[in-house]
């Protein structure tokens, strides 16, 4: 067997940061997309060093395939000594939320079922810190607090949830899976954007008029990719690591924001009941009339009542996790937003 690595999720945000870092090792690199995926992304044509979509297709095998069809995934995983399944739905608003649930759940038992079949000899996961354990009240989570499926808000995170826990079942069945738990990634390459990266943009724009009494742990999108090498490097089988790195209050996310822009950040906190009656009506709208996604998501006002801090301790101590400034990460993602004229 080869040392092949196939990447699922290769054409995301993660997925493309790990690939350009794989390759960069000079390891054998093939991508599982789809086909509407391959150089996914509003601008993304290939630059002057054979980059397409943010990868570099010189180096990169692309096969095309989804976690939904598992002849194709047998396919993929042919010859193939590595994997890491990075590919996920990650939407806080669906007009078909059974969608979310067909591809992080049922894709995610299907491509461990075979790469169990194909004897893949190590498989990082990658999961969420919304599938962990947190108080949300600005105690850190980690890798052991408890948490249950009813914890859970929204399709997204009960999906990653039920999908953490197929990873674990065939761990303690004997494959060799570790769970990489990515908290709140930025930087660049965030294409459709995320949730996150919605923010900045809209921060960008001057829609930001209020914030929310919320916090996140900001942790930059290639310090990820370089923690789900690590955790295939020496992480151990079964084991949750949370690649995240700074606890902020979200008032002082768009005060960095403010200063690397020089715009400014907003002034207002908007309480809970506001956000949550527009949330209500426009995730409505959304629902029953314009059937695209909604101005301020239900789901995300949901999640923010909690204050998503976590600890990656653990990371640190037993991968050597080591990621960099927050402020460099947000940086990166407004000028790459800014070239690629989100703004």
């Known amino acids: 067997m080869s040392d092949l690595i196939l990447v699922t999720g290769g054409t995301g945000f993660v997925g493309r940061h790990l690939v350009q870092k794989l390759v960069a090792r000079g390891e054998k690199v093939r991508v599982l997309a789809r086909p509407k995926n391959v150089g996914a992304g509003p601008r993304a044509r290939p630059d002057n060093k054979g980059n397409h979509g943010g990868l570099p297709l010189q180096n990169v095998e692309i096969c095309q395939g989804d976690l939904t069809d598992p002849s194709s995934l047998r396919q993929a995983l042919q010859g193939c000594r590595f994997l890491y399944h990075v590919a996920a739905d990650y939407r806080l608003w669906s007009l078909h939320s059974e969608e979310l649930y067909q591809s992080n759940v049922e894709g995610t038992r299907n491509i461990l079922q075979a790469a169990k079949e194909a004897g893949i000899e190590?498989?990082?996961?990658?999961?969420?810190?919304g599938a962990l354990g947190n108080t949300g009240e600005g105690t850190p989570g980690n890798e052991e607090t408890p948490v249950s499926l009813k914890e859970m808000t929204g399709h997204y995170k009960r999906s990653k949830f039920l999908a953490e826990k197929?990873?674990?079942?065939?761990?303690?069945?004997?494959?060799?899976?570790?769970?990489?738990?990515?908290?709140?990634?930025?930087?660049?390459?965030?294409?459709?954007?995320?949730?996150?990266?919605?923010?900045?943009?809209?921060?960008?724009?001057g829609k930001m008029f209020a914030y929310l009494d919320t916090g996140l742990n900001l942790v930059d999108v290639e310090d990820v990719a370089e923690g789900h090498i690590l955790a295939m490097q020496k992480g151990r089988t079964g084991e949750k690591y949370i690649l995240g790195h700074r606890d902020l209050p979200l008032i002082e996310i768009f005060q960095i924001l403010s200063r690397i822009t020089g715009r400014p950040a907003p002034a207002r906190r908007m309480p809970f009941a506001v956000a949550f009656a527009f949330a209500a009506f426009s995730t409505a709208y959304a629902n029953w009339i314009s059937k695209k996604p909604p101005m301020i998501s239900l789901e995300g006002v949901r999640l923010s009542r909690k204050y998503m801090y976590f600890d990656s301790s653990k990371a640190a101590r037993e991968l050597g996790f080591r990621p960099g400034p927050v402020e460099q990460a947000l940086e990166k993602a407004v000028r790459w937003f800014q070239e690629h004229h989100y703004v």
């Not at 190590?122 to 810190?129: D, L």
């Not at 570790?178 to 921060?203: E, H, L, R, Y």
């Open 166 to 205: 197929i990873a674990l079942d065939f761990a303690a069945h004997g494959t060799p899976i570790i769970i990489a738990n990515p908290s709140t990634p930025v930087g660049s390459w965030d294409v459709k954007p995320t949730p996150t990266g919605q923010m900045i943009v809209d921060f960008l724009k």
């Open 122 to 129: 190590k498989i990082v996961y990658t999961s969420t810190v």
